[in-house]
């Protein structure tokens, strides 16, 4: 049952009842109060009214933060997106609550953004404020209009180069490895040219999991959440058995993502060579696709659900290889 009271200047109404939330809302006009009370005891009363007031209460740092406390520790990636809804929650945007939250905010928070970032990590950060909203909505059952950052155009990228090791760049890096204090690095840099493997799974290779007589090895609960088996190389085979066995049974000695890429650096800077560790993916796929292999060949190896990401990102083909191909 409503109320409508006097509250100073205004008028206030009360709607108690046992199957929903106490509602409060007030008005200038009696009127108007006695419409709108109507109005909602009816919509209470079929099952249509959408209780805002936690969208109203809500900011958008608030939803942000219980956001990567309950869905983002959860991911594998966990630690990138947490590092995005830092940089998110540092800006003034956060302070503006679920209810009042616009298109025209968000796209004021990108161009700001865009001043200092590269126009694919405003997408990331768009897309990390997309996901937030969708968790309260469905997960919160919090009442939103729409999620507007949805209804923002992601901005155009540069089309993605595919750097690739060079030879010459291999040769370098190896033998800088073969003289680092990490004795697993030179081994780690063959099996992701030769196998195009991930950090991750490299890491988390175990001895139990590798078949020296079929040149093969299982990796476990990759990064898409599933169990795979690839081919080994006969380098990378030599390279696994000249390692020191370990009391944890993995074959890579590395303590984690954060070791290991301090020990690449190392390397890279030591060598001359500036690329990243996630380029022998693509120098894998590149030099697959120019040996003759078939992209669903090349995908069953790397662990890509999605050719077209592979063949857009990945297997770059050099021109040089492509007049080779015509001659």
Same mark, same amino acid.
């Given at each position: 049952m409503s109320v409508i009271r006097k509250h100073g200047k205004k008028f206030q109404v009360l709607i108690?009842? *046992?199957?929903?939330? +106490?509602?409060? *809302?007030?008005?200038?006009?009696?009127? #108007?109060?006695?419409?709108? %009370?109507?109005?909602?005891?009816?919509?209470?009363?079929?099952? =249509?009214? #959408?209780?805002?007031?936690?969208?109203? &209460?809500?900011? @958008?740092?608030?939803?942000l933060t219980e956001y990567r406390d309950r869905v983002s520790v959860n991911k594998k990636g966990y630690r990138t997106e947490m590092y995005r809804i830092g940089k998110i929650s &540092? +800006?003034?945007?956060?302070?503006?609550?679920l209810f009042k939250l616009t298109?025209?905010?968000?796209?004021? =928070? /990108?161009?700001?953004?865009? !001043?200092? +970032? +590269?126009p694919s990590t405003c997408n990331k950060y768009i897309s990390v404020i997309s996901m937030a909203i969708d968790y309260a909505m469905e997960d919160l059952d919090m009442y939103l209009y729409s999620n507007v950052a949805q209804r923002i155009k992601m901005l155009r990228e540069?089309?993605?180069?595919?750097?690739?090791i060079t030879l010459e760049e291999e040769k370098l890096l190896l033998e800088h490895a073969a003289n680092s204090k990490a004795?697993? @690095? *030179?081994?780690?840099?063959?099996?992701?040219?030769?196998?195009?493997?991930? /950090?991750?799974?490299?890491?988390k290779l175990k001895y139990e999991d590798v078949n020296f007589s079929k040149r093969t090895c299982k990796l476990r609960d990759t990064k898409g959440g599933v169990d /795979?088996?690839?081919?080994?190389?006969?380098? %990378?085979?030599?390279?696994?058995?000249? !390692?020191? @066995?370990?009391?944890?049974?993995?074959?890579?000695?590395?303590?984690?993502?954060?070791? =290991?890429?301090? =020990?690449?650096?190392?390397?890279? *800077?030591?060598?001359g060579?500036?690329?990243r560790f996630h380029s022998t993916r693509a120098t894998f796929c590149t030099r697959s696709a120019e040996d003759g292999w078939q992209l @669903?060949?090349? %995908?069953?190896?790397?662990g890509h659900k999605d050719v077209n990401v592979l063949r857009k990102h990945y297997a770059k083909l050099k021109a040089e290889y492509l007049s080779r191909k015509i001659k």
């Open positions: 108690r009842r *046992k199957d929903s939330p +106490h509602i409060i *809302k007030s008005f200038v006009s009696k009127e #108007a109060a006695r419409e709108w %009370a109507r109005e909602t005891e009816v919509n209470i009363e079929r099952g =249509f009214y #959408a209780n805002s007031s936690y969208a109203q &209460r809500m900011t @958008l740092g608030q939803l &540092r +800006h003034k945007v956060c302070k503006c609550t298109k025209l905010k968000l796209l004021k =928070f /990108r161009e700001e953004m865009l !001043l200092t +970032h +590269h540069p089309e993605y180069e595919g750097e690739t004795r697993w @690095l *030179k081994a780690s840099i063959i099996l992701a040219i030769d196998t195009g493997m991930r /950090r991750g799974e490299i890491i /795979r088996s690839v081919g080994l190389s006969s380098r %990378a085979v030599e390279a696994i058995k000249e !390692l020191p @066995l370990n009391i944890d049974g993995r074959v890579i000695a590395c303590r984690d993502g954060d070791q =290991f890429m301090w =020990f690449w650096k190392q390397c890279r *800077k030591s060598s060579v500036k690329k @669903l060949d090349i %995908a069953a190896q790397s």
